[in-house]
T-cell receptor
Framework: SQTIHQWPATLVQPVGSPLSLECTVE??????LYWYRQAAGRGLQLLFY??????ISSEVPQNLSASRPQDRQFILSSKKLLLSDSGFYLC??????????FGQGTRLTVV | KQEVTQIPAALSVPEGENLVLNCSFT??????LQWFRQDPGKGLTSLLL?????REQTSGRLNASLDKSSGRSTLYIAASQPGDSATYLC??????????FGAGTRLTVKP
């Protein structure tokens, strides 16, 4: 069966520090992978998605980046965090014609 | 860019009522649409997936419909229960495999 792992569950980082969030999927091959951010009481904002190794589509973030070094690994990074980067980060995987499945999320607080 | 809208933003009903949640999207060129529920501080749980060629899907007390040409989907919940209290989110998968969400409907079912 397929599982998705996302860690850490919570993270408190100072402004200006780097960030690396990792998402891995098991039991799948060549899935579409997604990173979202959810502000308190809001919907999910699409940050990045990838349809294959090394293929990254970027939406709005200015100081965030994503990489897919392996088929089932999706990494969200920042060189210098801003206060506005605080939020709930969610990773998901999906095949085009199947359901999407989400990780448990990382709650990031930038202080 | 695809825009997804959900109304109402919040809904409070007494236990036992039937209710309808609405989701609309601006670009009808989609692969599929998926409904999720999210409990506070948690990840997303998949409820129903409707392919673009389908009109509706049912699971237990839930029924989701899709009218792709008019850019609308509804989630019908029959005989609501307090355990149905959560935020309900719809997500649309576009032809570029970009999966975009509405802001959600926060449902409260009162005993």
């Amino acid at each position: 069966s397929q599982t998705i792992h996302q860690w850490p569950a919570t993270l408190v980082q100072p402004v200006g520090s780097p960030l690396s969030l990792e998402c891995t999927v098991e039991g799948t091959s060549n899935p579409n992978l997604y990173w979202y951010r959810q502000a308190a009481g809001r919907g999910l904002q699409l940050l990045f998605y990838s349809v294959g190794i090394g293929q990254i589509s970027s939406e709005v973030p200015q100081n965030l980046s994503a990489s897919r070094p392996q088929d089932r690994q999706f990494i969200l990074s920042s060189k210098k965090l801003l206060l506005s980067d605080s939020g709930f980060y969610l990773c998901a995987w999906k095949y085009t014609n199947t359901e999407a499945f989400f990780g448990q999320g990382t709650r990031l607080t930038v202080v | 860019k695809q825009e997804v809208t959900q109304i109402p933003a919040a809904l409070s009903v007494p236990e036992g009522e039937n209710l309808v949640l609405n989701c609309s999207f601006t670009d009808s060129a989609i692969y599929n649409l998926q409904w999720f529920r999210q409990d506070p501080g948690k990840g997303l749980t998949s409820l129903l997936l409707i392919q673009s060629s389908q009109r509706e899907q049912t699971s237990g007390r839930l029924n989701a419909s899709l009218d792709k040409s008019s850019g609308r989907s509804t989630l019908y919940i029959a005989a609501s229960q307090p355990g149905d209290s959560a935020t309900y989110l719809c997500a649309v998968l576009g032809n570029n495999n970009d999966m975009r969400f509405g802001a959600g409907t926060r449902l409260t079912v009162k005993p």
